[in-house]
């Protein structure tokens, strides 16, 4: 007897670690992986930050990962994205998401029916994709790496397919329920056909029509779905094929061995047969078409940039690809034509159509040094502009990532969904051997025929595909609906989040007002001259990016005071900044930053006051610590703000504002707005605590910010929502993004979010409403009272039919309006 192999049975493991520096690095992630898991050899490597581990068994590589981060270092991650053919319900979706996460490696694994696409995240050059398409073959599916958006899915070509089996089958199933229903509506035509044909005749016409129909356009229900029954995971397929197969078997034993039936019991039902193949066919095509409408948004972002672009080289213009741009080419665009690529005008002028980023239909007015995105409309002006971002790197190109991001998650609603349809087709088979038993038993002679027919009845209404598509195809027409208003929901559970949200925070400045404040007043203190500390205050905010500073700017530059050149300058987040020109030291902030630097401001408070009662932000300026000048700058609110606040106390909603600004300046301010509660004197990074305060009470709160300093908010609240116009910083960190910026996309982004989750709600009910209703009646429970038992002709024209209404349910969403 030989001896075991003890490399037989040792598993090797590859992880890519992140940020190693040293050899010290080396020997911490060492210990913490030994530390987390039972490894017979660990070894770390720095030049090529790579951990190699020798284990008996499997390890676990998430634990592995854990342990690695609390060393202070990350392990490499990547995404992928897999097209899964073979799906056709639920339960398929469960058995799919089941052989990805088993790969040793994958982190996550979420299917998405709508878009038979899987997206899997896996620890780096821990597992390759040709191990993620193995498992799902040896699920009895078949994935293929994507390659294109899979909201673009072509609905023809994907509907071509069944359209052409369904001709084929109702061609050869009409005569079939013709001669059967002509019998039952017609009966003089029934004794015609039996005395000039026969019995016989018509059975064997009838059995090689259906014979054709169910091993030729019926023949996919069968190659899938018996493999999928003798591995233990019946499917959609599976039910069907064992239906039809049923009535088929019954028919052509009662056709050529008659005898062999009991007395009373030899009828035949190819005619339900062929017409349950036929109906699921013409399901699944109809299906088929109505998900590729639920990805127009994907396929219309798609088609917004053109094919070429107009590019100035060596001094003539060329037609390119593309692709082929590259960052700073100039780029000629002429009137009535679309945008390649971002970029920043250099020369001429044009009006700009806008309406797919913003949802705006007036075109925005651009010059010299404006902003222009791809996808965007020329009007009819014409312009130079250079490329800044190409490629991936687009706005446009992220607007069709973030809505693909959004229709593959998975609410939290989808929960109960997966628990159900992992037993749902099992139970199904359960119930059906149940009701033919029960009928055997307890039915009266002939009691086969009503128990064949209660059985396949059962399994043909069963519809598991419904309870699939009821979720992802409300995400995919709401966000992708939201998209074209200008809402984009970066991430899909936030859809429900936002739903859910009963108090919504906003930041102030840039969000509820223009973000452009203008300098209304200020006063001097005795012994300075006005025009002199206004030059300096101005010199010193010239170097800050805070909207106040540029508002002193603009009013310098307005009346041509030349601005002295300032050394030193710092700025501190919340209080203000400071810096030297020439020999004096100047100081521009908020009264806290006066005290502060203890500068007495007696002399100026009273002036302060009154520029904070009429609703301007008053702040002070210091020359070599003696208080110089109190200024007021005041910002106006944005037209739409007070409309959006009363749209939100409309939807039960309550909105608070969140405001550096001092308590009275902040109650002016929300009394105009109609907000009734505000939090004033909020330092940047204090804004994630009155976040919290607002959570206290168990409510899910919303914070809406466009700034750098928002950033933090906006990963803490339940829900962030990033005005658009704001920066990439506050847009990466939010979860809803409005692309105008227009506080009443907030309304809007509710309204949707309401709107879908409670399609999704609708689409839920009906999906089980309708299994719970009918397959009790399909068993025959109107039977022993009313004598009704129901065929399965219609059985599998209810089927048919509950996947259509969850799709057109969804399809609703298409026509949602904006709120405000």
Known sequence: MSKK???????????????????????????AIRGAIQAEEVSVNLATNRADIVSADKPDLAAVAAA????????????IDLDITGMTCASCVRRVEKALSAVEGVKEAVVNFATSRAHVRFFRQAVTARQLQDAVAKAGYEAHVATKAGGSRDAAKEGAGPGRALLVAAA???????LEMGSHLAPPF?????????????????????????????????KTGIPALLRGGPDMNSLVAVGAFAAWSYSTVATFAGRLLPEGANHVYFEAAAVIVTLILLGRYLEAGARGKTGEAIRALAGLKPASARVVRAGTEADIPVEDVAIGDIVAIRPGEKLPVDGVIVDGASHIDEAMMTGEPMPVAKSAGG???????????????????IGADTFLARIQQMVEDAQNARLPIQALVDRVTEWFVPGVFAIAIVTFVLWMVFAPAPALPHALVAAVAVLIIACPCAMGLATPVSIMVGTGRAARLGVLFRRGDALQSLRDAAIIAFDKTGTLTQGRPELNSFTVAEGFDRRKVLALVAAVESRSEHPIGAALVKEAKTRNIPLPAVRKFTARAG???????????????????MQALEVDISALADMAKTYAEQGATPFYAALDGKAAAAFGVADPLKPQTRATVQALKDMGVEAVMITGDNKL????????AGIARNEAEVLPDGKVEAVRRLQQDGKRVAFVGD????????????????????TDVAIESADVVLMSGDPAGVVNAVGISRATIRNIKQNLFWAFAYNIALIPVAAGILYPRWGVQLSPVLSAGAMAFSSIFVLANALRLRRFKLVL
């Open 5 to 31: 192999n003890p490399a037989a049975t040792q598993h090797k493991t590859s992880l890519v670690i992140e940020d190693m520096t040293c050899a010290s690095c080396v020997r911490r992630v060492e210990k």
């Open 68 to 79: 690695v981060k609390r060393a202070g270092y990350g392990v490499g991650q990547d995404e």
């Open 172 to 178: 050869l199933t009409l005569p079939v329920f013709l």
């Open 190 to 222: 029934h004794h015609w056909l039996l005395a000039h044909i026969g019995e016989q005749p018509l059975r064997i016409f009838s059995f090689v029509l259906t014979t054709v129909v169910l091993f030729g356009p019926g023949r996919r229900f069968f």
């Open 371 to 389: 902003q222009v995105f791809a996808g965007t409309v020329n009007g009819s002006g014409a312009f130079h502009y250079r490329a800044e971002k």
């Open 575 to 593: 209080y203000g900044v400071s810096g030297i020109a020439g020999k004096q030291e100047i100081a521009v902030g908020a009264d806290r930053y």
């Open 665 to 672: 300046v902040a109650q002016v301010i929300a009394r105009e």
């Open 707 to 726: 700034g750098i300093n928002d950033a933090p908010a906006l990963s803490a609240a339940d829900t962030g929502i990033a005005i658009g116009t704001g």
